[in-house]
């Protein structure tokens, strides 16, 4: 089951974390796999580490936030392999220079998170289906903070419930061209820029969040792409499945609250 041989395809944000879990795992399942990004550096050991696996792989040094660099990625994919069967839309993120209370947030730090996460995620997700001329599976990578609330990371979260929104359209409007389209909502996954940014102590209060226990793992989140890169998902689509194990609490609120609180219960201690 969930074989993907014969089949291409395409991660943005392939480099690293989530995105290269995701294209060594399609590659496992015997599919041709062709990561993208900005990091030329990461992407070669990415597309190395599939090769060395006994996969196929091919690195495609690219800004995702430019549509010619979009469309030369999709002719890269096609050249090299014939056809584009599945897209993975993982490329977004939110710099910490970009984040910051609601009030405080300026034009420039709402526009450099919102399009990269919304704008070129749709921009990318239309290149692939208009290259899908005989079907196929688009994958979008969204978030928890789609769904809650997320103290200083509002603009990122309003994307990410931006995309999806998309998700749910596009399954409608391109169903009838046999493309199918879903998104995964990862929680907190430990990967090596979170996990060198984050301290112990903030790691356990997120764990105390989570039923399962534990904060997530890139492994824990690219057997369902593998999933709805599969024909087995062929009924399967619109959909958005969240992968947090279990937890309900919005972290980012507790962290807030947490900080916004502490004066004042400083002071009521000191008087």
Not at 30 to 54: C, D, F, K, M, Q
Not at 118 to 124: G, I, N, P, S
């Amino acid at each position: 089951m969930f074989s993907l041989a014969g089949k291409t395809v395409v991660v943005t944000g392939g480099g690293r974390g989530i995105g290269r879990g995701i294209g060594l795992a399609m590659a496992e399942a015997g599919a041709n796999v062709v990561v993208a990004g900005r990091g030329e550096a990461t992407l070669l050991e990415a597309a190395e580490a599939i090769r060395a696996a006994g996969g196929t792989a091919l690195a495609v040094t690219c800004d995702i936030t430019q549509m010619a660099d979009i469309n030369a990625l999709v002719a890269a994919a096609t050249d090299a392999f014939g056809y584009i069967d599945c897209w993975v839309n993982n490329a977004g993120s939110a710099s910490p220079s970009d984040n910051g209370p609601l009030l405080d947030i300026d034009e420039g730090q709402w526009d450099r998170v919102v399009d990269l996460n919304l704008k070129w995620t749709f921009f990318a997700a239309q290149a692939a289906a208009r290259a899908m001329t005989r079907g196929g599976s688009i994958i979008n990578l969204t978030s928890r903070s789609a769904s809650q609330p997320s103290p200083m990371v509002g603009h990122y979260g309003a994307a990410k419930a931006g995309v999806e929104s998309l998700t749910a359209t596009m399954a409608v409007e391109w169903g009838h061209l046999g493309i199918r389209v879903n998104a995964i909502a990862p929680g907190v996954v430990l990967v090596d820029s979170l996990s060198t940014m984050q301290s112990e102590s903030r790691q356990r209060r997120q764990i105390e969040t989570v039923p399962m226990q534990r904060l997530g793992r890139v492994e824990d989140v690219a057997p369902l792409a593998v999933y709805f890169a599969s024909d087995e998902s062929q009924w399967v689509t619109g959909t958005v499945v969240p992968v947090n194990g279990g937890s309900r609490i919005p972290i980012g609120l507790l962290s807030y609250l947490h900080r916004v609180n502490k004066p004042k219960d400083d002071a009521a201690t000191m008087a």
